[in-house]
């Protein structure tokens, strides 16, 4: 599973849509925007982070 995929699964766990997603997180709507179009890409300690927090928050 490729970054951009990755970023979709667990922003899909929360439900949230992407603005909302990032203001729970302190992330820029525009940032999670280009991460999962795939016109940037999330670096990977981001991605294990949020991976990690967004499980404690939603399992």
Do not use: H
């Not at 940032?31 to 981001?46: A, F, H, K, R």
Request: charged share 35%; net charge negative.
């Amino acid at each position: 599973m490729n970054v951009r995929e990755k970023m979709k699964e667990i922003r899909s766990i929360t439900g949230l849509s992407q603005a909302k997603f990032g203001n729970k997180y302190g992330i820029p709507k525009r940032s999670i925007e280009n991460w999962e179009s795939g016109e940037t890409e999330c670096p990977s300690y981001l991605i294990d982070l949020l991976e990690r927090v967004v499980k404690e928050d939603y399992e």
